[in-house]
């Protein structure tokens, strides 16, 4: 099942760059342009300056970048390998405290075929070909892949209890009020516990699945090339385990915003919902007992509507009858991301698959979605539940995937706490 290993991270050197926080980002693919360019001016050490070199060749630059960070010794290997235990300390809107805890480490990447690591959303042709030239320039992992394993009787916290119980080695508060901790693990005998808690277990992508399949096609061509055995470096990413029933995991949905496109008014949008949704409608004064009715427990399915130029808000609720005719797996017409796409979206507004990539954009904020409806940003906001991990589970099990964007796991890991550099394991 999952092989994993210690590695020798590369860690930047506060002697050189100063503030940690200066030079750590968030993933790359949660960077907006302009969060790019604060974090471009915030420190000449960012990770930003090797995940987007602003440069004319971005991918030789960043590699040039790497290799003058190597030799001017802002980023430095540990003197031994070992495991990382990393915990984010965060808090939500309902005020209750959270830690989740999990390790980085160096994962031996399989095939999907093999079942032992399995993804759950769709990727995107382009974003890998940018994620393996980066990979390809500076042959290391800047950052980490994100993987749940299930399965009670063990705990990765216990197991970690000591080093735990030590100040850490990094420490970060980030602007969102995440508390961000590493410690080095390199007891031989914790080092070999986890390394067979683990080997029984299959894996799930949460988060990095661009930089996971970029990964494996980086491992076949340096075989190709190479002809070495599974041991060298290369066949490893690097990333970051940790339990699917950790308390302090959380999953918030991913809303989408409509742009661009040719609408029903509200009026004739409202009839034809009302053949196979119940609509409750909200006069803007009610925005939060709509929020609360959006995302109160019970089984019954909701989804949220807010259109530009309506009085009122609505909430569609509904059961499995409005997925029944789809051509889906029982799994996959359980999501409520499906019924957004592929009945609201596409029966009801007809927007074809090809045209809903032009037209949605995403957020996990709900506040940011409603007010770029307020603000004419968009047309309209659709606001989902959140992705349960037992659903994820389920479509993985059948070997399918969701649509881009169905999950948002957070809080996202740190770019820059470790590097896996391949040329040195």
Known sequence: MAHIRPFRALRYNPAVVGDLKKVVSPPYDVISPQQQTLLHLQSPYNATH???????????????????????????????????????????????????????????????????????????????????????????HLSSIFCLYAGAGWSLEHTLREALAQPAAVEIADDAGVTHRLWPVQNPAVVA????????????????????????????????ETGADEDRPFHYVLAYLTSAEDSGL???????????????????????????????????AQRQAF????????????IGCVMAGAEHDWLLSFDDRVTQDLPASAAMRALDVTV??????????????????????????????????????AQAAFLLRSTTFEQVQQVCAGGETMPQKS???????LTGLVFYHLEQG
Do not use: M
């Not at 496109?261 to 004739?268: A, C, E, F, Q, V």
């Open 250 to 284: 959380t999953i918030l949905p991913t809303h989408r915003l409509l742009r661009q496109t040719r609408l029903p008014s509200p009026t004739d949008l409202q009839t034809v919902l009302k053949r196979d949704f119940r609509l409750t409608r909200y006069a803007p």
């Open 291 to 302: 929020l609360s009715a959006l995302s109160a427990p019970g089984p019954e399915r909701r």
């Open 340 to 377: 957004l796409h592929d009945v609201l979206f596409e029966r009801f507004l007809g927007l074809p698959p090809a045209v809903q990539k032009q037209a949605v954009s995403y957020t996990s904020d709900t506040d940011e979605a409603l007010q770029r409806v307020s603000a004419g940003d």
């Open 193 to 224: 516990d986890i390394t067979a808690q683990l080997s029984d277990k299959s894996l799930i992508i949460a988060d990095g699945h661009h930089r996971y399949e970029t990964a494996l096609q980086y491992s076949r061509e340096r075989t190709a």
């Open 50 to 140: 090797l995940d987007f070199n602003q440069a004319d060749d971005p991918y030789t630059a960043a590699a040039q970048t790497f290799q003058d960070w190597l030799s001017q010794r802002v980023v430095q290997p540990d003197p031994e390998p070992g495991f990382y235990c990393y915990t984010q300390e965060y808090t939500l809107q309902d005020g209750q405290p959270r830690r989740r805890t999990g390790i980085f480490a160096a994962l031996r990447v399989e095939n999907f075929e093999s079942g032992i690591i399995r993804p759950h959303e769709r990727t995107f042709e382009r974003a890998k070909k940018d994620r393996l030239a980066l990979l390809r320039a500076c042959r290391a």
């Open 407 to 413: 999950t948002y796991f957070y809080p996202k890991l």
